[in-house]
């Protein structure tokens, strides 16, 4: 039978991996920062396009990320992926910008359907970089 440290073996591995993971907030605190409305701020209003917005980004820097831990050799191969990931729903959001300029009115005046078409983007953006990335 197993010894309990022996289930334990593989947690410095885990607590490292989950903590680089963490860049999550790093993402959060810097795509509120680039974009032109503040969604913290506008999410704490209650503006729910914004929220789909900021959302979106998230789960859609998330996949990718989860793919990274889980195919990764090492931290440096993992903060590799994870600033593709990064770059790839930041090149996101300045796309549609650019396609669609009203993008920085509508999401602070809480139209859904920006916020909408924006989940939508940055989840397909996520996915489709997460599919791409190669073991």
């Given at each position: 039978m197993e010894s309990f440290a022996g289930y334990l073996g593989g947690t410095g591995t885990f607590?490292?991996?989950?903590?680089?993971?963490l860049l999550l907030v790093v993402f959060v605190m810097f795509y509120n920062a680039i974009t032109?409305?503040?969604e913290i701020r506008l999410i704490r209003a209650g503006n729910k396009a914004a929220a789909l917005s900021l959302g979106g980004a998230i789960i859609g820097f998330a996949i990718p990320m989860g793919?990274?831990?889980a195919q990764s050799m090492n931290i440096t191969d993992m903060l590799i992926w994870a600033g593709i990931a990064f770059a790839a729903q930041l090149i996101a959001y300045a796309a549609a910008a650019l396609c669609i300029p009203h993008f920085r009115k509508t999401i602070a005046e809480?139209?859904?359907?920006s916020g909408i078409l924006l989940?939508?983007?940055s989840v397909a953006i996520g996915m489709l970089n997460a599919a791409s990335m190669t073991a």
């Open positions: 607590v490292l991996y989950f903590a680089v993971s032109p409305y503040h793919k990274a831990v809480d139209h859904m359907a989940v939508a983007l």
